[in-house]
């Protein structure tokens, strides 16, 4: 279970709000990561108790990412810093979701050799034990929220009865604009996936740009941690949302691997899209 408030335990607890401790920080942080398959959790932990990480590197205790979405899954990580993959079948995340670090003994612990407690339990730490599996510390509380997946307002869709073509994508300061000569065009009243081709162009156009935009010169690669984060509009959105899916490189080679990698199948849902309406039509 993820602790949410102080709790009452018959011994010391690290915690970031606790007195048992005379220093008491234990907090994390987390990067998230995701593409279609997985997501992938970048950790960073400060832990300010000599007595705990001393135990962590005899393999006495284990740090434990909790994920508490629908249920509890629990994670164990190697070491204070670690990155933890897990798969979207296992874990939905939502704005319910929330994370926390958990210290757990791995086998009877006594605090005799604790410096680091409070004077109240000075007196009798030598007779104090954690059995096996008994929790020894917890941290701050991540909550997942929608904004924490940030929101990439990339595409406008604007009709234009004067267009010498069915469609045109346009790329706007801001935005990939895709214009239809009418507006039966935009399948209004079928499913969204209906337009996923059109996205899919869209993203494609935008993305060639980039690649002229920011590849050096002579160069046909853009490594995305070696150039300059883009100051605003379409291009730090595209990056943004590149860095967040785990992109390293792009070129125009590669221009389809990383679409399907920035935009949860797309081409997928606009099949089973497809299948359904022609089921329905039989």
Known sequence: MIYKK???FPYPILTNSSFDYEE?????DIELIENSEYYQFVIETTLTSSFIKTLLDLQKVELILIVQAKDNKFYPLKGLNDI???PKSRVSLNKRTTLQLQIRAKAQINFSANHELSLFYIQFKDKMNVEKNGTLGFSNIITFDSSNKKSYDLFE?????NLLSEIKIELSTETIVIYYRNEEMQFAGLPHPINNLYVYMGLRTALQQFVLLFAEEGDECVYLNDINTPEEGLYLKLHQLMKQKGVEEISMDNLDA???QISDHIITKFTHTVRGLEGSAI
């Open 157 to 161: 869709k604007k009709v234009d009865p």
């Open 24 to 28: 008491s920080e234990f907090y994390f």
């Open 258 to 260: 990383v679409i399907y």
């Open 6 to 8: 102080d709790a009452n």
């Open 84 to 86: 933890i993959f897990i």
